[in-house]
């Protein structure tokens, strides 16, 4: 378990040498007046502390530190603005925050596989890789290390719901399948049944 976030002598905006204590792995909410303080403290101080350490780290220098004596245990952070509008229905929060495509450049190059021909472990990190020109478009290849079996290398689009190697062959990366279950005219209100899609099984419900 993370030690709590501890805040100490918060001056930044209106604070008023507050100290605050948050814990890790929770669902925090803060409430109060307009103007108390509360979008000053969580993006104005805390974020920003977030993103400079963050940046610090990979050698960024001369960000402007908050108005504060000491902010204690904290990690880099993401934020999602309350304003942050988008209809489109692929859109998550990974897709949001930009964080979606950091992890699919990860499986893409540290995924471990079993390979179809001896059932042995390989690793994208560690294997021989081998590249193919085919009608003008290159393929990347895996080599298994233990029976030297090739097979195409998963790249970051198979790790996408948005695109047609990633995406669910049912519900095509929406998560939703919608059918007509009873027919009727045009003049009459349709009925639908809804089924959602999730991890290999079909949810069904009437709307």
């Not at 929060?93 to 001896?118: A, F, S």
Request: proline letters at 2%; aromatic letters at 4%.
């Amino acid at each position: 378990m993370q030690k709590n976030i501890i805040i100490k002598g918060a001056r930044e905006g209106n604070l008023q040498n507050i100290n605050v204590e948050m814990p890790h792995e929770k669902l925090v909410v803060l409430t109060g007046l307009s103007g108390s303080g509360k979008i000053t403290l969580t993006m104005d101080l805390l974020f920003l502390e977030c993103q400079r350490r963050y940046l610090e780290a990979l050698g960024m220098v001369g960000i402007k530190k908050p108005d504060v004596d000491s902010v204690q245990n904290i990690a880099p952070a993401i934020l999602i603005s309350q304003t942050t509008a988008n209809k489109n229905p692929r859109s998550t929060v990974g897709t949001v925050t930009g964080i979606y495509t950091d992890l699919r450049q990860i499986y893409e190059k540290l995924h471990v596989r079993v390979c179809p021909h001896c059932g042995g472990t390989v690793s994208a990190a560690e294997c021989r890789e081998e590249a193919e020109e085919i009608d003008g478009e290159f393929s990347v290849y895996m080599i298994c290390s233990l029976c030297g079996h090739r097979m195409r290398k998963l790249i970051g689009g198979w790790f996408s719901f948005n695109t047609r190697e990633g995406a669910c062959g049912t519900c095509q990366g929406m998560g939703k399948c919608w059918r007509s279950t009873r027919k009727r005219s045009l003049m009459n209100r349709c009925h639908l049944k809804t089924e959602r899609c999730t991890a290999g099984k079909v949810l069904t419900g009437n709307t």
